[in-house]
């Protein structure tokens, strides 16, 4: 199987990851933490910021995989993928320590949710309809 469209989404996701983790780098740099957050907040921030990522972009592209491999039409991967994106470029920018409610915080996630849920709703109507 040749995947065609999930890796147009996949390529600048992982693009974003690797900014969070040279973030998260240069801090453990700044600060001395080698290992955990050593009690730094804004070293917390960014784990967290990095560790959401991958969370999220792992669970939302396997979706976009097993659904693509069952032939899901492009645009129900592209509803996906844009929102997987759009989620992964504002989460970082709202997840802060001081404003658990931050506008981008809730962008974020909820476009996360809708990409999963688009690739879940197809790989559910493909099944059922099997």
Same mark, same amino acid.
């Given at each position: 199987?040749?995947?065609?469209?999930?890796?147009?989404?996949?390529?600048?996701?992982?693009?974003?990851?690797?900014?969070?983790?040279?973030?998260?780098?240069?801090? =453990?740099? $700044?600060?001395?933490?080698?290992?955990?957050?050593?009690?730094?907040? $804004?070293?917390?921030?960014?784990?967290?910021?990095?560790?959401?990522?991958?969370?999220?972009?792992?669970?939302?592209?396997?979706?976009?995989?097993?659904?693509?491999?069952?032939?899901?039409? $492009?645009?129900?991967?592209?509803?996906?993928?844009?929102?997987?994106?759009?989620? =992964?470029? /504002?989460?970082?920018?709202?997840?802060?320590?001081?404003? /658990?409610?931050?506008?981008?915080? !809730?962008?974020?996630?909820?476009?996360?949710?809708? $990409?999963?849920?688009? /690739?879940?709703? !197809?790989?559910?109507?493909?099944?059922?309809?099997?």
């Amino acid at each position: 199987m040749i995947f065609i469209v999930t890796p147009l989404y996949a390529l600048p996701v992982a693009a974003i990851y690797l900014a969070l983790w040279m973030r998260v780098s240069a801090m =453990r740099g $700044a600060t001395g933490v080698s290992f955990g957050d050593g009690g730094n907040a $804004a070293l917390l921030q960014r784990i967290r910021q990095h560790g959401n990522c991958a969370e999220w972009m792992s669970f939302v592209l396997i979706l976009m995989m097993l659904a693509e491999g069952l032939g899901a039409p $492009a645009i129900w991967l592209h509803v996906s993928g844009v929102l997987l994106l759009i989620g =992964r470029i /504002a989460h970082p920018f709202g997840l802060k320590a001081d404003t /658990a409610g931050h506008p981008l915080r !809730y962008v974020g996630n909820g476009s996360n949710i809708l $990409a999963a849920l688009t /690739a879940m709703v !197809y790989i559910s109507i493909h099944i059922i309809g099997q």
